[in-house]
């Protein structure tokens, strides 16, 4: 990685504003998952660890234009706190004279969360007023938030031009391990993307089938493809508007999409619903593909066999229906047991890891789902490039 990290930068003594990712899930006015505070704890340590006060600004949720209690970042300063085994001072905003006091205030070693910054409209503008406003409050800058990289917003890229700018320990290994797979893969390199559409993925599919040796494909993008090649997919889910990128891609593709050969079909969307296996040329009227089936999962084994790098982006059927979920958790342990690098893109995929138990196992599970797929797409994320070069 090419950015500087807060080890390249003198703190002692200085005030730091760190961008952190605390959108984390609520209920009733507590966190009910606390995983994305817990990721930021190396590097807001570090920092304090050095002589410095510590700055944190983080979105929660979507507010709509206002401040709206529900929405408030004081539940997850409270955690923080107990992690921390400190104080965590928490602001009524995050700017303005208030703020800016209370910033000017703090001694080595304090601990400020500024209040959602998404409770001013300019944020996801990236306002560069704002951004200044955010910047006066501290001397340098740690950017530890990738799950909000892929967004140019006031706190993420707009404040980098007013302040030296430095990536977190979280950013610098997202940045190491999806690098790994962007811009220099091991081989053989496995690439697995599944989900509901191709159109939310075309360009990761492109990126990645000039890379990678071998293409998975599950979920509902491989019931276009398999659509595409002329199948009767029944009622399963297929993108029409899609069909002729997926003739293209599958044109393009010489042999190396790997695309089920079986399914686990249901009569209904549903939980409950009946359930079969069947080859997917053989689908009956009125049911739908659901999950793969047991000799797509040998398929898939078989293609990663020897692999040395393995990245997966989207489950290959509707995991959220523990009768539909083998497949997933089924190439989840399938990874586990993997000698090669593993690198799982955030969002659902890291949710099913998690699910099937085996999360510890895999050698990066990223915490941005959209940002980890904008970065396996080539493209380059705001909230990296604004940050300085070694």
């Not at 760190?18 to 920092?47: C, H, W």
């Not at 010489?254 to 053989?282: M, R, T």
């Not at 059927?317 to 893109?345: M, N």
Request: overall charge neutral; glycine content about 10%; hydrophobic content about 45%.
């Amino acid at each position: 990685m090419n950015k500087k990290t807060v080890k390249n930068i003198d703190l002692k003594g200085k005030r730091v504003l760190m961008r952190v990712d605390f959108n984390v899930p609520m209920a009733e006015g507590k966190v009910t998952d606390d995983k994305r505070i817990k990721a930021s704890l190396p590097t807001i340590q570090y920092v304090l660890d050095q002589g410095a006060s510590v700055i944190l600004m983080s979105h929660l949720g979507r507010p709509k234009g206002g401040p709206a209690p529900e929405f408030s970042l004081k539940a997850a300063a409270e955690v923080l706190a107990g992690h921390l085994k400190r104080p965590v001072q928490m602001a009524n905003d995050c700017v303005g004279p208030e703020v800016e006091k209370l910033a000017k205030a703090l001694k080595p070693g304090d601990v400020l969360m500024l209040e959602n910054t998404r409770f001013h409209a300019g944020e996801e503008k990236n306002d560069l007023e704002l951004a200044k406003q955010m910047a006066a409050l501290g001397e340098v800058y740690v950017n530890d938030a990738f799950g909000s990289a892929h967004r140019a917003h006031s706190s993420t890229e707009g404040v980098a031009r007013f302040l030296p700018a430095v990536s977190g320990f979280l950013m610098e290994q997202e940045l190491e391990y999806l690098g790994r797979a962007a811009l220099n893969p091991e081989h053989p390199y496995i690439g697995i993307l599944g989900g509901a559409k191709i159109s939310d993925k075309i360009a990761v599919v492109e990126n990645l089938l000039g890379k990678c040796d071998k293409l998975i494909i599950g979920g509902g993008m491989a019931n276009t493809f398999l659509a595409a090649q002329g199948l009767n997919m029944q009622d399963s889910l297929v993108e029409t508007a899609s069909l002729e990128l997926a003739k293209s891609i599958l044109a393009k593709a010489g042999g190396k999409l790997v695309l089920p050969v079986d399914a686990v079909i249901a009569d209904k969307f549903d939980a409950e619903a009946n359930s079969q296996v069947v080859d997917v040329d053989k689908i009956p009227a009125g049911w739908r593909m659901l999950d793969v089936g047991p000799k797509t999962l040998e398929l898939y084994k078989a293609a990663l066999s020897g692999a040395k790098l393995v990245v997966w982006n989207g489950p290959v059927g509707v995991f959220e229906f523990p009768k539909f979920a083998e497949g997933t958790f089924a190439l989840a342990r399938l990874l586990a047991e993997s000698d090669a690098t593993t690198v799982i893109g955030g969002g659902d995929s890291a949710s099913a890891v998690k699910k099937a138990g085996v999360a510890k196992q895999m050698t990066h599970v990223s915490t941005g789902g959209g940002a980890s797929l904008e970065f396996l797409e080539g493209k380059e994320l705001p909230g990296v490039a604004a940050l300085m070069d070694k």
